[in-house]
Nanobody
């Protein structure tokens, strides 16, 4: 069964940057569309960005121009480069197969991103 492990979160000041990584075990990773989500307590998990097997991407409006999703299929990795971070980006970030692109895998533990001065 596929296991997802997110890393790279931390505490950063407004305007700073972080690079998140998502490692997926298992084969056939390259054929899946992958997405980054984020969740704050008491709210639904929000899709932030997705990347298809072709490399094409989509972003939620609130992160366009600031976040970049990428993938390394040879290493089964998905990245989220986050620049010009804002306090409202504070959340736990997760990766997974997005809804509508196949069955989601078991959720990982996520990685906490805190943007604060």
């Amino acid at each position: 069964q596929v296991q997802l492990v997110e890393s790279g979160g931390g505490l950063v000041q407004p305007g700073g940057s972080l690079r998140l990584s998502c490692a997926a075990s298992g084969s056939a990773f390259s054929i899946y569309t992958m997405a980054w989500y984020r969740q704050v307590p008491g709210k639904e998990r929000e899709l932030v960005a997705l990347i298809r097997s072709s490399g094409s991407t989509n972003y939620v409006d609130s992160v366009k121009g600031r976040f970049t999703i990428s993938r390394d299929n040879a290493k089964n990795l998905v990245y989220l480069q986050m620049n010009t971070l804002k306090p409202e980006d504070t959340a736990v970030y997760y990766c997974n197969v997005p809804k509508g692109f196949g069955f989601a895998w078991p959720w990982g533990q996520g990685t906490q991103v805190t943007v604060s001065s």
